[in-house]
C-alpha cells in the first residue's frame, strides 16, 4: 500500500444560493465524507430532518464538482424534494415502488433508507430520463435498486404486492417557480387538464398495486390545488384508501401548512421549493378491479451466473448483499434477493451495473465503490489529501510500483473511491 499527501487550492466564490445535500454513506464513512468536503472549503450544517441531510453554508466552488459529488458520495437534492421519501418511512430491508422515478433524487433517498437488504423498483417510462435515472443511481452505487421502462398506469405488476408505494407524477411545477418564473404561464387554465386525467390514472394504478394496509406517498412539486387537494378529494371518493395524517417535519416552520391532514410547502420560505405530500392508507377491506390494459413486455432473459467472477485482490463479491448477478447483453447486472422472491425473473428491470464482460473476463467499473476490498487488502493509493485525486481527474499519472498489476484501489483516508488503470508503472483514472 503506498500513501501520499498533497495540496491544492480553490478559488473562493459566494454561494449562488442556499442549498441542501445527502450524504450517502454511513457511521465512520459519513464522517469521512463530511471531512472531504471540509477540506474543499464547504461549510455545511446538519439538517433537523434527517441524519443524511445537509444545508450548505459557503460554497467555495459548485458543488456539484466536488469531490464528493463526483464519486457519488453525496447528492444535491432540494429540502422539500427529500420529505415524500421521508413522509413514506420505509423500513430497512422493505421493498418499495417508485412509480415515476427519474432524475432519481426521490429513488436514490429511498434506496438509501431502505439499505443493501432492501428493494427500490423505479420506474420511467421516458427513454432519455431513464438514462438519466440508472446514470445517478449508479454513480451513488445504489444496488439496491432495480430499473423498469413503463408507462405508470400500464406497469403489469400483480395487484397487492407492494406494501410501500411512491407516486410523484408529472405536474405542472408551480412550485419551482423561483427557478422557473415562466411554469405558470406554461401550465395554466386547462393546460393541466392532460396532467391532472394522468395523475389521476396513476393513482388508480398506484392502489390496485398496493397490498392491504399498505401505504403510498403522493406528491407534487406544484402548488396547484387542482393537483394537490382535489385529487386527494377524488381518491378518497373513488378509491380504497383513506387519508393519514402528517405531521410537520422539523426544520421547515412557516414555510409548512397542514391542510386536510397534507403538507403544503410554500415556495422560498423555508429555503426549498414548493411541494405537496398526502398518505394514504390502503383498505383492507375492500377490492379494486380494474379493466386490463395491454402493456408490451420486451424479451427478457438474463442468464444468471457466479457472482465469484467478479472476485480479485481488489474485488469481493461477498461485500455484495444477497441476490444473483445476471449478464445481458455483455454487461453484469445485480438482482437484489428481495426482487427475486417477489417479482418472476422474466420481469424486464435492469440491476445496477456492476461491470461487463470482455473476452471471457470482467471489466469492472471504476466507480464500483461497493465491491473494492479494505485499505490495505489488495494494491492500493490511500490518500489523506485531495490534491493528488484531483490530479488524476484532470488526466495527470501517478507513479506507482505494483509489477504485474493492472488495476488499484484509491481510498481516502481508507475511503473506498474508485478503481485506477495502471499503464506503464503509473496509475491513470478512466471511465472504463
Known sequence: MQRMSRSGNHEQQKPTSLRSFRINPEGTERELVQDMLRAEGFEFEPEPFSPSAFRLLKEPFPLGRSLAAFFGLIYIQDRSSMLPALMLQPEPNEAVLDMCASPGSKTGFLSHL????????????????????????????????????????EIPLAPESFGKILLDPPCSGWGTVDKNPHVTTLWSGNKTKT???????????????????????????????????????????????????????????????????????????????????????????????????????????PELISRTVLDTDLLNSSLLPPGELAEHRGNLMFLPERLIRSIPLDFPVQGAF???????????????????????????????????????????????????????????????????????????????
Open 195 to 301: 396532467l391532472i386525467a394522468l395523475q389521476r390514472m396513476l393513482l388508480t394504478k398506484a392502489a390496485q398495486i398496493l397490498i392491504s394496509g399498505g401505504e403510498l406517498v403522493y406528491s407534487t412539486c406544484t402548488t396547484n390545488p387542482a393537483e394537490n387537494e382535489e385529487q386527494v378529494a377524488w381518491a378518497l371518493e373513488n378509491l380504497p384508501l383513506e387519508q393519514l395524517e402528517l405531521c410537520t417535519p422539523p426544520g421547515f416552520g412557516e414555510a409548512v401548512s397542514l391542510r386536510e391532514n397534507s403538507l403544503n410547502i410554500t415556495p422560498g420560505m423555508g429555503e426549498g421549493q414548493g411541494f405537496f405530500v398526502a398518505k394514504f392508507l390502503r383498505k383492507s377491506s375492500s377490492l379494486l378491479e380494474l379493466p386490463e390494459t395491454e402493456s408490451k413486455r420486451p424479451a427478457y432473459n
Open 114 to 153: 431502505v439499505g443493501t437488504g432492501g428493494l427500490v423498483l423505479a420506474n420511467e417510462p421516458n427513454p432519455t430520463r431513464l438514462g438519466t435515472l440508472r446514470a445517478n443511481l449508479s454513480q451513488q452505487n445504489f444496488i439496491q435498486t432495480v430499473t423498469c421502462k413503463f408507462q405508470g398506469q
Open 354 to 432: 456492476v461491470g461487463k464482460m470482455a473476452r471471457g473476463s470482467v471489466l469492472p467499473l471504476p466507480r464500483m465503490r461497493t465491491l473494492i476490498v479494505p485499505s490495505g487488502t489488495g494494491p492500493s493509493l490511500d490518500l489523506e489529501e485531495l490534491a493528488p485525486i484531483r490530479q488524476l481527474l484532470s488526466g495527470q499519472s501517478l507513479a506507482v510500483n505494483f509489477p504485474g498489476k493492472n488495476w488499484l484501489a484509491l481510498y481516502y483516508k481508507s475511503l473506498p473511491l474508485a478503481l485506477l488503470r495502471i499503464k506503464n508503472g503509473r496509475a491513470i483514472w478512466t471511465e472504463h
